[in-house]
């Protein structure tokens, strides 16, 4: 691993030890950087603030469980991951979750998830989105978001396995058959 990665991953430790006592919105860079060992200068070196880093952290556990989507791995899969990778870090996304800071966990979700749905639909049918199936791919998206906040924020009660099969299951039919006919459900 490369020193910048390592350093970047020694933040995002150093972030989780802050949310244990304090809420996300009210950690300071000052408080990362004690925690971590390293200068404030080192922390803007590798992130714009802390939501940064926390969407960060956040992409790499959402890219693992996303990353051999389309070569056989059907989104249900990738959610199962997804949603193991979050319980695994349960104190971390819990405390992510909860701020709406307009650089927030939530929105970030939304937007790398409906980014890599957008993706993977162009590169297996070569064809942008039409606008009908845009909307209901938008709509299910933001759903998919709120419910997986709710999810961590009340508990996680639901095994990761039975969150993905709900998220499958809500899934538009329209939208649904378009990733049926990909070999993606």
Partial sequence: MAK?????????????????????????IRQIVEVCGVTRQTFYRNFLDKYDLINWYFDKLLLKSFE????????????????EYLKEEHLFF??????????SLKEHD???ILQFYQDLIGRK?????????????????????YMTVKWVLTGMKDSPAK????LVEAMPPRLAAVFDELKLL
């Fill in 163 to 166: 969150m993905s099969k709900k």
């Fill in 125 to 145: 049918t070569s064809r942008p989105l039409g606008e009908d199936l845009q909307f209901l791919l938008e709509m299910y998206c933001r759903g998919s978001v």
């Fill in 68 to 83: 051999h989507m389309g070569e056989g791995t059907t989104v249900y899969d990738g959610l199962v991951k997804k949603f």
């Fill in 94 to 103: 819990a405390a992510a979750f909860r701020s709406d800071d307009q650089n």
């Fill in 110 to 112: 939304f937007e790398l």
């Fill in 4 to 28: 910048s990665e390592s350093t970047k991953y020694r933040l995002a430790e150093a972030m989780k030890t802050c949310m244990k006592t304090t809420s996300v919105d009210d950690i300071t």
